[in-house]
């Protein structure tokens, strides 16, 4: 069998570098999914709603979709914040927990995670945080160990907000911090300074209970070396921050910091090369300053007391491809192993809540790659994929049929098999998202048929 290179990444000196072209989405994804007209939509929702879960890990998600200020890399912008919209918003999200609330499906299994993302949930005020929270409380059935996740901006989250937070059960809040350098973060609209994101992450740290995660961004425009390594040393010894993420920069077509860098106004960021040194050096770095591996791109560590505080659950699970309940405009999740998005636009969003209905926009049909495509998902988002777990999950011999491309992976150094596992090199790590979408096309290209099924 001769695979082309855009499955096996070029034969090359320096795989880390150029075993691709560059990464141009942030996730790994199969050829779209027929989907349900919108009544039928509705009904299969209904009909889902009335069965019994069965026993799996299962998530939450809840979209606020409104930001006071629009960053200039972000394309997950959708509504300015406005008082009276917001507090409409807030009043209809409430009526959704308590419609979805009612449904079998949602009641038979406990939530694992719940999280609040945008948009941004800074701009809920301190009241509105407990009032949905309290909604969550009374219609929802949550897991005595949730991880609650509330995702933030430094800007406007302030002492009341974050003790409403809490006061209500949120255990982590995950910050976009993108970089420390007051210069470039101006230059995408991020306001603070460096001395004010240190000092509230000195105030959220030291809340107890409370896992403090802050996201940065590698390969923005103006960043050098010595920028990187200086947010990784901040982070690392300047707070007591429990967990990190180190994303690469997507540049989005439609985003303007895509047209500022189109029209000359802005520096293009870094190639592909040197965001992969980045990438190296922050995981030497982040090894180097005592932090644990979570997962390719998270990284935990203990409490000052010794606790672990930083769990990822919601995170690795959406990538494990684990059940996820939507709530909110713009929201999406995968329910009874189909995938649903609800409306964007607030106004159908509030008339479909008006009339009763779950506000969906599409439903998709189950994905007959769902448990194939599961099991890539946690596998390549922690860097090894267990050939025993992928047979199991994805039918037996699956790992032989994918071998040709392991092999090949291997000669051209983004992997190493053993006689279990497939396990990414730094380059592999790099490339994950590339070669997850690599091993999907391959089995679009060379269908396995499984003949124990
Ligand atoms: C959906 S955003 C919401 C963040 C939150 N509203 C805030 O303002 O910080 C979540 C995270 O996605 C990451 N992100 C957003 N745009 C990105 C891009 N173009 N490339 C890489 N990461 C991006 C950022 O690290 C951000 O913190
Ligand atoms: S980074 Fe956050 S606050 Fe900024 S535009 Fe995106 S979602 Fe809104």
């Not at 897991?143 to 937070?165: H, P, Q, W, Y």
């Not at 997962?295 to 769990?311: F, P, Q, T, V, Y």
């Not at 090894?384 to 032989?400: H, K, P, Q, V, Y």
Request: hydrophobic content about 40%.
């Amino acid at each position: 069998m001769i695979l082309d290179t855009d499955l096996t990444g070029l034969h090359c000196p320096d795989p880390l570098r150029h075993a691709f072209a560059a990464k141009t989405s942030a996730h790994a994804g199969r050829s779209a999914l027929g989907h349900f007209e919108p009544e039928d939509a509705q009904r299969q929702w209904n009909s889902i709603m009335e069965q019994e879960a069965s026993p799996q890990m299962r998530l939450a998600y809840f979209h606020i979709p409104f930001c006071r200020t629009h960053c200039s890399y972000c394309g997950f912008f959708q509504n300015a914040s406005k008082v009276d919209a917001i507090e409409k918003y807030v009043g209809y999200l409430e009526r959704e927990i308590e419609l979805t609330g009612k449904g079998t499906y949602v009641q038979s299994q406990p939530i694992n995670a719940v999280y609040f993302g945008g948009g941004t949930p800074t701009d809920l005020t301190a009241d509105q945080i407990r009032r949905l929270g309290k909604a969550i409380k009374a219609h929802l059935n949550v897991a005595d160990d949730v991880e609650m996740t509330f995702e933030s901006r430094f800007n406007g989250l302030d002492d009341d907000k974050i003790a409403a937070a809490i006061e209500v059960g949120f255990n982590r809040v995950s910050l976009g911090l993108q970089t420390f350098d007051t210069f470039i973060r101006r230059k995408m609209s991020r306001i603070d300074t460096k001395e004010f994101l240190l000092e509230r992450l000195d105030h959220l740290c030291a809340q107890g209970n409370v896992s403090t995660v802050v996201d940065l961004i590698y390969g923005l425009p103006y960043q050098t070396v010595d920028h990187w390594l200086e947010d990784i040393n901040l982070i690392s010894n300047q707070t007591a921050s429990h967990g990190v993420d180190l994303y690469q920069l997507v540049m989005m077509g439609f985003t303007r910091m895509a047209q500022q860098v189109e029209k000359g106004s802005m520096p293009a960021p870094g190639d592909t090369a040197f965001k992969a040194t980045l990438f190296k050096l922050g995981v030497e770095n982040m090894i180097a300053n005592g932090w644990d591996r979570l997962s390719i791109s998270h990284w935990g560590r203990k409490s000052a007391d010794g606790r672990i505080l930083e769990r990822n659950i919601y995170n690795h699970q959406t990538k494990a491809g684990s059940e996820i309940i939507p709530f909110g405009c713009g929201g999406g999740g995968k329910v009874n192993g189909h995938s649903v998005m609800l409306h964007r636009n607030l106004e159908p969003y509030y008339a479909m809540i008006d009339a009763g209905k779950k506000p969906m926009m599409a439903m998709m049909h189950v994905d007959p790659e769902l448990a194939t495509n599961r099991a890539l998902g946690a596998a390549f988002d922690l860097g090894r994929l267990n050939f025993n777990t992928f047979d199991t999950a994805a039918g037996a011999d699956i790992s032989r049929h994918c071998m040709p491309l392991f092999e090949a992976w291997q000669k051209n150094g983004l992997a190493e098999l053993d006689e279990h596992n497939l396990n990414l090199t730094l380059a592999g790590q790099f490339w994950n998202v590339t070669m997850n979408q690599a091993l999907n096309n391959y089995l679009d290209r060379y269908p396995f048929e499984d003949v124990a099924a």
